[in-house]
């Protein structure tokens, strides 16, 4: 079974590449990161024209999850316990999807971005990611042979070789000593992450901005992610990050990572 997550950044402008993707690699299972479409518009057809069921949570064109499966859908659960609301008024946004796939409990997450570290949208993604760790925590210890993964742009990158350069970042988000404990809490309530533990490489990336022709000089970042529970961490037997997705006509300024699952 062949899982995947991929923030498409606009799921409607790059609906022939997702196809494309699905169809180069026989993806089973594939979650969607700021797709950036209302439910009632999200392109469906075609992916169900290639046997995926497909359920979404988007509101506007800001955020959105979904996923897509061709082993079932089961179990659609629309945000975590507990996940913290944005906004005026107050709302939780489209940031999480979760569904059981093939026996797997798949949950797609775009976690906020932060902004500044001056800026309440910086406390409310450590608020968002205490509250989806207590969540998983629970999920975990109610069931430790749960076969459930984390997977999505997690908007952190956990280390200083997971940015082409940390000085350019000093005084940001995303490399920031809390933001960076906050995504290490995941693996002291006994996830696993891993993309790392299989693409251990430095300065392997899964991010590259539009700007600066950054991708040429591979100036990335690594903060594409994937926390996986014990009993299914077992089951990995490898994971692919396809940077090849950057290239060629209208990309995506993230790529897919893939991970491989024994049966």
């Not at 089973?28 to 479409?37: F, G, N, R």
């Not at 499966?69 to 939780?92: C, I, L, N, Y």
């Not at 000089?217 to 990995?236: E, F």
Request: proline letters at 6%.
């Amino acid at each position: 079974m062949r899982v995947a997550t991929w923030n498409i950044n606009s799921i409607r402008a790059r609906t022939d590449r997702a196809v494309a993707f699905l169809e180069r690699t026989g993806v089973d299972v594939l979650a969607l990161q700021e797709t950036k479409v209302k439910d009632a518009a999200f392109p469906r057809e075609p992916f169900e024209a290639l046997g995926y069921e497909v359920v979404t949570h988007g509101f506007s064109q800001w955020n959105g999850v979904a996923i897509l499966s061709r082993v079932g859908v089961q179990d659609v659960e629309v945000g975590f316990p507990g996940m913290p609301t944005w906004g005026d008024p107050a709302a939780a946004e489209a940031r999480a999807l979760g569904a059981t796939c093939g026996g797997v409990r798949v949950w797609s997450l775009y976690v906020p971005n932060g902004r500044e570290i001056d800026d309440p949208h910086y406390a409310y993604k450590l608020a968002w990611l205490g509250a989806l760790r207590d969540a998983a925590a629970g999920w975990l210890e109610a069931d430790p042979q749960a076969q459930t993964a984390l997977v999505g742009d997690w908007n952190i990158a956990p280390l200083d070789t997971d940015v082409w350069d940390v000085d350019f970042f000093a005084g940001r988000t995303h490399v920031t000593p809390a933001e960076r404990e906050a995504f290490a809490a995941f693996a002291h309530a006994g996830w696993t992450e891993v993309s790392r533990e299989h693409v251990p490489a430095e300065h392997t990336y899964t991010y590259w901005d539009y700007q600066q022709l950054r991708f040429p000089k591979n100036q990335g970042m690594r903060i594409d992610l994937t926390y996986a529970t014990p009993a299914l961490a077992a089951r990995v037997q490898g994971v692919t990050i396809e940077r090849q997705e950057r290239k060629g006509k209208q990309p995506s300024d993230h790529v897919p990572v893939v991970l491989d699952l024994a049966d």
